[in-house]
């Protein structure tokens, strides 16, 4: 035996998904009471444990938003300007605010025919009475207008509001404002801080519209988490990203387990309020290695994605279950949530990540067809698709701000560069449309539902526990698939590989 020959005997068996099977056991739990909660990153939680990629053909504002009202979290790709990306964030936290913040108010002064004028323009009932200090004084409603607005058109509004205003201050829960509206028969209740200072407007609808998600995920102000993608050496780009609120900074990289990355990390991670997940590492050693970045949790996965070819073009890679419980182990001893990126292709594959140690799966593909992906939708042969690329494909590598060329290493590059001079990590192509990203989510959700009822766990942390996986063969993996048939109906949440 020599080094050669050992470095081939020697190598460990890895594994991925089609590889094991959960083994059913003694249960007395039913899928609908399941809990699916999860830590993501050492500061948040996710009601379902999903996370959208960080790609230029999943994650955008639409899809951020319809993941955190599902549960999840959206990462905003960074294949776009800071200001863009900012932007993005932004449009996150000010979906589904509970407070108007640009109230549209009028002075005691102004007259009867003014504030007709205005409530017929912006097509609003009621408009805030103020004073020049912004301090509330009264409301005026179409219902106080209407008696007065053809006899006595330019009547000044202090003499015709309504002084007694019901206020409620900044932060104040959504029932109770809800409570306080329906007891005084209002519609509106203006926000106010100190001194009656007016910071904005909770209206009626915009609190019954919140209640239609029940399971949405939100930080501590009401707003819908988000995390921004962000490279390891773009401080600039952090600490935007961290000054316009997003929840989370995704460290996107396509090797985390490098000396520059750590120290880089560890600095940013000083420098921002954010948490920080790092990745994407696949090793144990990469683990225990970035525990010195001290970020809050981090991200798994080198190849295994549907759309990466970093394993054929570099021959690079750890099969995507053997190294998320690698990784789990490091984890697992720190309390640092473990997030497992790429080669999720059906609800039972997410299951078998979770029983590996991961707390939360990152999908691209899955939600790349969704109405909520961006990009136009293409119809091929009748049917509808959606365009979608690896990040280290051509296309993302030379479109955009070019973010790929960095997360591949190919520094330097840029939109301009040739194709010639860029060797691509990942392929470009189209995903069938799939409707709406809630749909998806509800039967992946309800695949892992299932699962925890197979095998008596009730919730993430039970899952972790006492899963236990069986080896398969290619033949127990055919026997699993459909077989001996044609499939006549297409099944929401099984489509055959293409
Ligand atoms: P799925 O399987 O859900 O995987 O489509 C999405 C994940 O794949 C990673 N990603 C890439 N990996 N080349 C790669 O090797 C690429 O061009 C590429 N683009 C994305 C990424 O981690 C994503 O979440």
């Not at 192509?429 to 799939?434: A, Q």
């Amino acid at each position: 035996m020599g080094k050669y020959s050992d470095r081939l005997n020697k190598a460990p068996e890895t594994y991925t998904f089609d590889d094991f099977l959960i083994q059913p056991g003694l249960s007395t739990i039913i899928p609908k009471d399941v809990t699916l909660n999860t830590q993501v990153s050492t500061n948040y939680k996710l009601n379902i444990p999903m996370v959208s990629s960080a790609m230029d053909t999943v994650t955008e504002a639409p899809m951020a938003i319809a993941i955190a009202q599902e549960g999840g979290l959206g990462v905003i790709h960074r294949n776009m300007t800071i200001e863009e990306e900012v932007n993005e964030i932004k449009k996150v936290k000010y979906a589904n605010d509970l407070t108007v913040r640009e109230v549209i108010t009028i002075e005691p002064d102004a007259t009867i025919a003014h504030a007709q004028e205005i409530m017929d323009m912006e097509q609003i009932s009621g408009l805030p009475v103020v004073t020049d200090e912004d301090k509330v004084i009264g409301i005026i409603s179409r219902r106080d207008i209407k008696p007065l607005i053809n006899k006595h058109p330019n009547k000044k509004i202090s003499t015709a509001m309504t002084e007694k205003v019901l206020t409620i201050p900044e932060n104040t829960n959504p029932d109770e404002a809800l409570d306080l509206a329906y007891e005084n028969k209002v519609e509106r209740l203006p926000v106010t801080r100190n001194n009656n200072e007016l910071v904005g407007m909770v209206t009626i609808k915009d609190i019954l519209e919140r209640k239609k998600y029940p399971n949405a995920i939100r930080d501590k102000d009401g707003k819908y988490l988000v995390a921004g993608a962000c490279g390891p050496f773009d401080m600039d780009r952090a600490i935007a990203l961290d000054d316009a609120g997003a929840n989370i900074i995704a460290i996107d990289s396509a090797h985390g387990h490098k000396t520059d990355i750590m120290e880089a990390v560890r600095e940013m991670n000083k420098n921002i309020e954010a948490d920080v997940l790092l990745g994407n590492i696949a090793t144990k050693k990469a683990a225990e290695y970035l525990l010195k970045a001290e970020v809050d949790g981090f991200k798994v996965g080198i190849g295994p994605g549907s759309i990466c070819t970093t394993r054929i073009v570099a021959g690079i890679g750890v099969p995507q279950l053997s190294a998320i419980s690698s990784v789990a182990d490091v984890c697992q001893k720190e309390n640092i949530p473990v997030i497992a990126d790429g080669g999720i292709r059906y609800s039972g594959d997410i299951s078998k990540a979770l029983c590996v140690g991961a707390d939360a799966v990152m999908i691209g593909s899955l939600l790349a067809g969704t109405k909520e992906s961006p990009g136009e939708t293409t119809i091929m042969n009748g049917r509808k698709y959606k365009q979608y690329r690896g990040m280290g494909s051509l296309g993302a590598m030379t479109g955009g701000v070019g973010a790929g060329t960095d997360r591949y290493f190919q520094n330097g590059s840029n939109n301009n560069m040739k194709h010639t001079k860029l060797v691509p990590e990942g392929i470009e192509g189209v995903v069938p449309y799939k409707g709406k990203a809630p749909e998806i989510l509800f039967q992946l959700c309800g695949g892992l539902r299932s699962t925890m009822g197979y095998i008596g766990a009730i919730n993430i942390n039970e899952m972790h526990e006492k899963a236990e996986l069986v080896r398969i063969t290619n033949s127990g993996m055919n026997e699993s698939h459909p077989h001996d048939i044609t499939i006549t109906n297409e099944s929401p949440n099984y489509q055959p590989r293409l």
